[in-house]
């Protein structure tokens, strides 16, 4: 077997701690995911990871605290208005704060997200935001995975104690989608402006996808100064959506475009964490640290309730990791504990 000497010398620029350009990029993205040279960008990625963040991994949280037919009208989403089964509904504020403090009580979890639609009622946001606040831990990082929203919503946020936010021009943003990819890329603009922090992916990723439209989403997150977080997200086969006749992913070539993501933020120092979704062991060994627990409405889901279906709780999150052979779990940016115990 004889690895590509061009392959050789991206990898061996990685360790030496520079990211690969768009190019490379795409040279990685383009091998079959079981072809050795795949396999050696997710090897390497791995080593580079577990060095960069001391093997250490994050837990964090989602609670989709609303459904409604959406007028993004996203191709790929079970609440896309047009195909979605789903009727309006919405998490009261004592569901949402008692799955808040089940979530958190652990002090175990490193960042609780919102979500909502695409189109949001603010001042409720803002007050749920307060309740919680006023509640969790104060470790806990409190987030939003919303609609696009302008400067002075963000230091709203900011203000009310919301940390960072979820947000980007997904793959195919203004064609399987009815939203401007302008709009959403100026949110996260205001997201940096505002100083919160700006969580990006390279998603939904779908069998259609090229390797230019990958490295191009995930190089994005380079911009206005790095994300705090990226990472990689394979769009779900949810039945009745229009993109579900493409099929999806393996977790396999997941992990590959997760090592890629993870070698091109080398050199962005903003970059503390990234993410691999829907959780997995592959993703976790391929330059991942970060997975999600969710719970309440989730877009990848037919269930109301993702809760036991696709939806997974912090203790199975914590497993994975420890499989993964992360050492210790990061719940706030000054602490860790270790991750031991789950064969008893």
Sequence with gaps: MKIEKKLLNILDRAREGRAPGKEDCIYMLQFQETT????LVRATADSIMRQRYGNVGMVFAQIGIEIAPCPAKCLFCSFGEGHTGFEASNMTDEEILATALNFTESNELYALFLMTMHNYDFEKLIRIVRMLRGKISGETKICVNMGDFDLAQAKDLKAEGVAGAYHLSRL????????????????????????????????????????????????FGREFGGCFQHGAMSRIYVPGTPLAKYGQITDLKLGQVTAVVSLAMLETAATKTIGVHEPNLIGLTSGANTIYAETGANPRDTEKETTGHRGRDIAACKKMLFDSGFSHLLTSPEKRSELTGFYL
């Design 36 to 39: 050795p040279e795949a396999s």
């Design 172 to 219: 195919r943003e203004g064609v399987d989608t009815s939203l401007d990819p302008k709009t959403r890329n100026a949110t996260v603009k205001n997201i940096k402006e505002a100083g919160l922090d700006w969580y990006h992916c390279c998603e939904p990723i779908g069998p259609e996808h090229t390797p230019e439209e990958l490295a191009e989403q995930i190089l």
